[in-house]
């Protein structure tokens, strides 16, 4: 059973980085592609940023480009999401999502396993 948990949210103030971790166990990491979703209260949950199994493929939504960056250590198991320059608008609940394909990961419908989500809240 593929299980995902997720660390690194906080409180933190506009402007500063924060650093998201996601940890994969019970199948081989590198089969994986990997996604991080947000959902910001009473809004619906939107793809951030996605990467492939090996990490030849990345995308990042527009709406962050420039700001934050997707990783992955396979040795680790991890997939990575730094985040800098962070606004109020960023404030949400971070999720981690895992499927066998980058265009499968980046739409909620085509996640396999999710993430229990991180709590990250931007102050003004």
């Known amino acids: 059973q593929v299980q995902l948990v997720e660390s690194g949210g906080g409180l933190v103030q506009a402007g500063d980085s924060l650093r998201l971790s996601c940890t994969l166990s019970?199948?081989?990491?590198?089969?994986?592609?990997m996604g991080w979703f947000r959902q910001a209260p009473g809004k619906e949950r939107a793809i951030v940023a996605a990467?492939?199994?090996?990490?030849?493929?990345?995308y990042v939504a527009d709406s962050v480009k420039g700001r934050f960056t997707i990783s992955r250590d396979n040795a680790k198991n991890t997939v990575y999401l730094q985040m800098n320059s962070l606004k109020p608008e960023d404030t949400a609940v971070y999720y981690c999502?895992?499927?066998?394909?980058?265009?499968?990961?980046?739409?909620?419908?085509?996640?396999?396993?999710w993430g229990q989500g991180t709590l990250v809240t931007v102050s003004s």
């Open positions: 019970g199948r081989t990491f590198s089969d994986y592609a």
């Open positions: 999502a895992a499927d066998e394909t980058v265009s499968n990961v980046k739409r909620i419908s085509g996640v396999e396993v």
């Open positions: 990467i492939s199994g090996r990490g030849y493929v990345t």
